[in-house]
């Protein structure tokens, strides 16, 4: 199964705020940066690019311009990091992971990364750090 990583027009005030783990930089889901729209456009935001990405179940992560996503792809648990402007690739490493999900709904990552520095970390669906 693949799915899409969407980057939406109306995310870009966030670029002020770097979102570099689950639900933020203060773990609890809130942005304080500047205010959002106070409505939609009708058609919904601009989207700014899209990427084709494996299945998994985490979150992406944003922090210095660039976005972090951990996904399945194939056999290989993979982590990318691209632009956030463009999405552009910068960099992806994979490993092979042998996880089946045993209810059959998702084998790929279950966790969303955490960027700490210039380190990022991830837990993979079997348990690797």
């Known amino acids: 199964m693949r799915h899409v990583l969407l980057l939406l027009a109306l995310s870009l005030p966030l670029a ?6 689950f639900l933020g930089p203060r773990r609890n889901g809130t942005y304080t940066g500047k205010d959002l729209a106070a409505q939609w456009p009708a058609d919904g935001p601009k989207v700014l690019w899209r990427k084709k990405v494996g299945s998994g179940w985490g979150g992406a992560v944003v922090a210095g311009g660039r976005v972090v ?10 982590i990318e ?3 956030d402007a463009s999405g552009k690739t910068h960099w992806k490493y994979g ?7 045993q209810f059959g709904k998702d084998d790929g990552p279950r966790a969303t990364p955490a960027i700490a520095g ?3 970390y991830t837990m993979g669906a079997s348990g690797i750090v």
Do not use: M, T
């Open 95 to 101: 490993y092979v992971s042998g996880y089946v999900d």
């Open 81 to 83: 990091c691209s632009d």
């Open 69 to 78: 996503h951990f996904h399945r792809d194939g056999q290989r648990e993979v």
């Open 118 to 120: 210039s380190r990022i």
């Open 16 to 21: 002020a705020e770097d979102w570099p783990q």
